[in-house]
């Protein structure tokens, strides 16, 4: 890869200054020793390649560390030659803070391969990236913990560390498939420090959605053994396609092979894409839709209320990327 010898030269941080691990049940702080983590009541955790491991591997998050694992480059811009995940991230974060994030403390929650770790990390920010799935094992691969990157694996609804620890924590393309997300949004906020920032988003409701075939797959396919899944998804992709690329030209032709295909494409989304690169984001994108467990929707509005009920200030909440986008800053006192 080509980013791997540039994003941590140079960089020093002291261990101390990271906010510390502590027993995501207890908050307790954590004995770390060797490959073992010990919490003073008695709760134990692994440390496997090097990483951190807060939670037993996820059945329902299961399908999603598989695809990363596979799929490990597809995303990251440094891979692709493009800046499709650095200008998301930058939309999303605003221009205020992404003026500001070298040398801040960021949680990314829900890292996966590391689409938006690669782009932190070259904005020089100490970056805690942290996925439920086995995604961070992908995560390490291209992007090893330094002394500005570190990685777990662990639950957004019970994250290791004190509150209010970080000066930004970022979670996007997550909050919709975890359980509930309110719940998840006010435990990615409790981490947010005085004057820090929240970034997330949300799928919303899409007319479209409710006319295509794909939640008819979703129901077998997000049912299915993870490997077996993704197997699957590729030869469906393998086996339309094809017709997606042959329609790329033809917008009425893309639009009614839209409604009875379960493939996800992006000729025109993002046309610059070499068919290599389309097909992966194809099989990527169409697995990551046909899988997840949970897939819930909001309005903006929803999403605005429920940011104005937990007391952020300076709330942007608009529609875009994959539906709602947000942030908002924790008052300073």
């Known amino acids: 890869m080509k980013h791997e010898s540039s994003l941590h030269r140079g960089r020093k941080i002291e261990r101390s200054n990271w906010p510390e691990w502590r027993c995501p049940i207890h908050r307790e702080l954590i004995e770390d020793r060797d490959n073992t983590l010990k919490c003073p009541n008695g709760h134990t955790f692994r440390r496997v390649n090097g990483i951190p491991r807060f939670v037993p591997n996820s059945k329902y998050a299961g399908a999603f560390g598989t695809q990363w694992k596979k799929y490990r480059l597809t995303q990251l811009d440094s891979y692709t030659g ?139 396919l997000k049912r299915l053994p993870a490997e077996q899944g993704i197997r699957y998804t590729e030869w469906l992709v393998d086996t339309l396609w094809p017709l997606h690329r042959m329609a790329r030209r033809f917008y009425p032709a893309q639009i009614l092979l839209s409604r009875v295909s379960p493939v996800l494409c992006y000729y025109r989304a993002y046309p610059d894409l070499s068919d290599e690169l389309q097909r992966e984001w194809a099989v990527l994108d169409t697995h990551d839709c046909l899988t997840d467990w949970y897939k819930h929707l909001r309005t903006r509005g929803q999403i605005r209320r429920t940011l104005e009920g937990m007391g952020l200030k300076e709330i942007w909440c608009d529609y875009g990327g994959n539906g709602v986008e947000a942030r908002g800053r924790r008052p300073l006192s």
């Open 82 to 220: 493009t800046t499709i995940s650095g200008d998301r991230a930058r939309r999303c974060v605003g221009e205020k803070l992404w003026g500001e994030l070298g040398g801040k403390q960021v949680l990314e929650c829900g890292c996966g391969a590391g689409r938006f770790t690669e782009i932190l990390l070259v904005k020089r920010a100490y970056v805690t990236s942290i996925d439920l799935s086995e995604a961070v094992d992908a995560n390490q691969e291209n992007f090893p913990q330094s002394e500005s990157h570190r990685i777990a694996q662990a639950d957004i609804l019970q994250l290791p560390f004190g509150p209010q620890q970080f000066d930004a924590v970022i979670c996007l393309g997550v909050i919709q498939h975890t359980p509930n997300p309110e719940a998840t949004i006010a435990c990615l906020y409790d981490q947010v420090k005085p004057g820090g920032a929240l970034v997330i988003d949300h799928y919303t409701y899409d007319f479209s959605s409710y006319t295509k075939s794909a939640p008819l797959f979703r129901q077998y």
